[in-house]
């Protein structure tokens, strides 16, 4: 459940779900999800964590580590 005014989801979700760690990625993520849901993009949590989930897929298939 999200707060009033707040993210879907926050640093401590995607360390708990995807095992990112505080990070430039992390930041960029959450700064996109937040965006995404002022402009109506996303609009729950199951969205915002699908939407993580393909673009850490996009990420992995670009870089080389």
Do not use: C, H, Y
């Amino acid at each position: 459940k999200k707060k009033e005014g707040g993210t879907l989801v926050n640093g401590q979700d995607l360390k708990e779900i995807f095992g990112i760690q505080p990070s430039p990625l992390l930041g960029k993520i959450l700064k996109s999800v937040a965006e995404l849901q002022m402009a109506g993009a996303l609009s729950d949590r199951g969205q915002a964590i699908r939407w993580v989930a393909d673009f850490l897929d996009q990420e992995s298939g670009r870089s080389e580590s």
